[in-house]
């Protein structure tokens, strides 16, 4: 096996679901010794602006300082980068633009998933400038599944769960609360419920569910290891 | 308030015990949004030299890859430095010649933390390495605190749990081991046991000893977010 690649973090969107998705990675490696680990830079970088105002208009957007995180990941070593937050996603291109290594998508990764799994309607649990952004909506339409989303009662209600989690409640009743939203989707019709904010699976597993849960951090986790080691 | 300084993270050795130190910082912030973290850079690079060896002399040094990882991190807007790993600190005089930001010592927090608990013996559970190069002997000695070390049936022992937990096995066994180790120290008298390398307090907690346990993780924590934000 030729040397894996070195894997580069913008993060920080938010600290919890970095750390999430950095203790996944490792977890995945399966590793017996330090050295058989992957190289892994990460820029947990809090302190962008907020995506979700960004994309709503009222705020300044994260895209300069994203492409900037990017452009020093790479120079630090990075073989390739991913995005440790969804709706960040909506700057890939300023992202892109900024560096000439290749951007994993979690997006992509966990649209394919969701392909895969055969479900043809399949619930979004999306933070607001994720949907603005309609990024799960077109990579859901090109692989021909039909996306459901939450009406706009129960996205406020989402929003405030989000919030709750970014501020460290990861309680039961946070958890109730998250259940309760999918199996509305669930009773809309929807075969698999995608958790695609990376807040979501850290208050819900498929476990709770009538249905299976798609995690955006976990397909973005088989993905990235895949991709760094050639498997 | 002013910004609080961004850290940079000297990680990988092992993942695990930097995906601890990354989760104890965010926990430990506090914030109520993304935006009141702080901004964190890590190089989870698991792929220097192995530490032991080295001091040994039996290995490469790690201590030019340790450098440049420093050199780098400082680029990348690191305000000052950790090393997420006791037993590297013995290459904290290469790390700090590559660098003109500060360097927060774990070894120098712990043992801080273990002279104001007011325990005159102190047992130490560390890495070969770490105990080769004398770093919390030196330490406790400018503090007037005696160290107490395993024997050396006992040290191969320490090991052996070491490399079975960087391989992901923190299951009861390793713990009772651990835990049973750490007691023959504190049957010598040991009035706080310190866990000298950041693999230990994955398996063992100040619950399941007699005397207290000081984590270098936590006190490094708690040095490095004063450090940050000036409190």
Known sequence: MSEPKTLGIIGGMGPAATVDLFAKLIAATGAERDQDHLRILIDNNPRVPNRNDAIAG???????QLAAAARALQQA????????CNTAHAFQPDIEAAITIPLVSMIEATADEAAVSGADRVG???????RGAHLYDRAFEQRGVTALFLDEVQQAEFMHLIFRVKAGDVGVEVQRRMQSLANTLYARGAKAIVAACTEVPLVLSSDALAVPVI?????LVTRAIAFATGR
Not at 58 to 64: D, E, I, M, Q, V
Not at 215 to 219: E, F, Q, V
């Open 58 to 64: 009222t705020g300044p957007s994260p895209g300069p």
């Open 77 to 84: 070593g990075a073989d390739f980068l991913v995005i440790a």
């Open 124 to 130: 979004v649990l999306a933070a607001d400038g994720c």
């Open 215 to 219: 995690n955006s951090t976990d397909a």
